[in-house]
C-alpha cells in the first residue's frame, strides 16, 4: 500500500481560506487520524486528497501518482481511493450485492470477476448471509459495513473515511470501532480517518493530526498527543485537562496564582513568565487529609466539592485556592479538606498567550 504525501495544501472557498500550509505524510499501511473541532477543516483535507475538492495550492501524492501539482489535477475517479462518508449513502434500491457490483461495472471489471469479488468482501465483514437485503432491511450497523465493503470491493489503495461512525449509538460504535481497526490491520490499508471525537481518535489511530482553524497543531501517536500536547488548546481538546495560572520564579518552578504556592514544573526556565499549567485529571492523586504524599510530589490542599461515581472510578470537583479543579481516582467517598498530590512531570507548561477555547476559559475562571 502506498504512502500518501500532502506538501503545502491550501484551499480558500472565495475570500475564505479554510487550509493553510498542510503538510503530512502517512506510512505505509498507517491509520491515520484527522482530529479536531467542527469546522476546522478536516473534511476539506480528506475532499482535497478523494478529488471532491480543488486545493488552490500546494500538491497531493499517493505512492509514485501525483494527483495534484501544479498544472496538474486529477479527478477522483483516476485516483483509485475507497471513500466512506458519514451517511453511507448506499443506493436504496439496490441489494447489497447490487450496491457493491456498482463500482465494480464502473470498473468494467468482468462479471464472474465482480461475483467474486463481492463475496470475498462480504467475507472479510461478515455480511455474506446478507447479500439479497435491501438497505431499509438492514441495522445501521450492518448499513455501514456495507457501505465500507462497497469501499473495498475493487481493492482501492488507500481507505478515506469521514466520520463513519458518527451515525452508530454509542455501544454499536464502540464495537464498530474495533471491528474496523481490526479490519484496518488485517488488510493493512493506508488509512485516512476524519472526526472530531478525541475517543474515538485515541483508540484507533498509528498517529493523529490535531487540526485548529486550517492549521496543523500537532501530529504524534496517540500517546504524544495526550500526554505531550503541543498546546493548551491541544490538551484541551484531546482529553479532560484542568488549567491553572501561574508565573515562573525559576528553573523547575511556578508559583500558581489559585494558592500562592510555588510548584515544581521540570519545564519552567526563567523567572517572571506567565503561564498555563495543564494537569489531567487522573494525575491528580487525592489522598484523605493527614496521609502524607511521597516527597519528590506536589503537594497542594484542596477541598471536595461534589463527587459523581462513573462505574470505574469516582470523578471529584475540588476547590483549590479560588478554582475548582478535577480529579479522577478509584477511593470512595472523599469529603471535606483533602492532599491533592501530583507528578512534577505531569504539570505541563504553556505560554498564556496561547489561546485556550472559550468554554475551557469559563471553566479556568469558574470559580473566581
Ligand atoms: N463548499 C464550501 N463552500 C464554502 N465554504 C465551505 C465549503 N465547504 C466547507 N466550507 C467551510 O470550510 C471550513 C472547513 O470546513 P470542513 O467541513 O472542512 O470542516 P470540518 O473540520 O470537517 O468540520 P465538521 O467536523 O463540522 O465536518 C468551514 O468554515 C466551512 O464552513
Known amino acids: 500500500m502506498p504512502e500518501v504525501k500532502v506538501a ?10 479554510v487550509l493553510h500550509d498542510i503538510t503530512f505524510t502517512i506510512g505505509d499501511g498507517e491509520f491515520f487520524t484527522l482530529l479536531g473541532p467542527s469546522g476546522c477543516g478536516k473534511s476539506t483535507t480528506l475532499a482535497c ?7 488552490t495550492g500546494g500538491s497531493i501524492a499517493v505512492g509514485t501518482a501525483t494527483f495534484v501539482d501544479a498544472g496538474t489535477f486529477v479527478p477522483p475517479e483516476g485516483r483509485n481511493l475507497g471513500m466512506v462518508f458519514q451517511s453511507y449513502a448506499l443506493w436504496p434500491h439496490m441489494t447489497v450485492a447490487q450496491n ?8 468494467k471489471v468482468d462479471r464472474r470477476e465482480q461475483d467474486t469479488l463481492i463475496a470475498e468482501t462480504l467475507g472479510r465483514v461478515g455480511l455474506v448471509e446478507l447479500k439479497d437485503r435491501y ?19 475493487y481493492s482501492p489503495s488507500v481507505l478515506l473515511l469521514d466520520e463513519p461512525l458518527s451515525n452508530l ?23 485516512v480517518y476524519v472526526t472530531h471525537d478525541q475517543d474515538e481518535a485515541l483508540a484507533l489511530s498509528d498517529r ?52 500562592g504556592k510555588n510548584i515544581s514544573a521540570p519545564a519552567a526556565t526563567t523567572a517572571g513568565q506567565r ?49 475548582v479543579v478535577q480529579a479522577e481516582t478509584t477511593r470512595p467517598g472523599l469529603t471535606g479538606e483533602v492532599t491533592l498530590a501530583v507528578e512534577p512531570a505531569a504539570c505541563l507548561l504553556y505560554p498564556t498567550t496561547d489561546a485556550l477555547p472559550k468554554d475551557v476559559e469559563a471553566l479556568v475562571t469558574i470559580a473566581q
Open 208 to 259: 493523529i493530526a490535531v487540526m485548529s482553524k486550517g492549521d496543523m497543531v500537532q501530529i504524534g501517536t496517540p500517546q504524544e498527543i495526550y500526554e505531550t500536547p503541543a498546546t493548551a488548546e491541544v490538551a484541551a481538546f484531546v482529553g479532560r485537562c484542568n488549567f491553572l495560572t501561574g508565573t515562573t520564579t525559576g528553573p523547575g518552578e511556578v508559583r500558581l496564582d489559585c494558592t
Open 135 to 153: 438497505p431499509h432491511q438492514l441495522s445501521g450497523g450492518q448499513q455501514q459495513r456495507v457501505a465500507l465493503a462497497r469501499a473495498l470491493v
Open 8 to 17: 503545502n495544501l491550501a484551499k480558500r472557498f472565495g475570500d475564505n481560506a
Open 275 to 323: 503561564v498555563t499549567v495543564a494537569i489531567r485529571p487522573e494525575r491528580l492523586e487525592i489522598l484523605p487529609s493527614g496521609h502524607t504524599a511521597p516527597a519528590d510530589l506536589n503537594v497542594l490542599t484542596a477541598e471536595v466539592l461534589t463527587s459523581s461515581y462513573v462505574g470505574s472510578r469516582h470523578e471529584y470537583d475540588l476547590r483549590l485556592g479560588d478554582h
Open 100 to 107: 457493491l457490483a456498482m463500482p465494480l461495472k464502473i470498473r
Open 169 to 191: 449509538d454509542a455501544k454499536l460504535r464502540d464495537q464498530a470501532r474495533a471491528w474496523l481497526k481490526r479490519l484496518q490491520t488485517e488488510l493493512g490499508i493506508t488509512t
Open 49 to 55: 486528497i478523494a478529488g471532491l475538492e480543488r486545493p
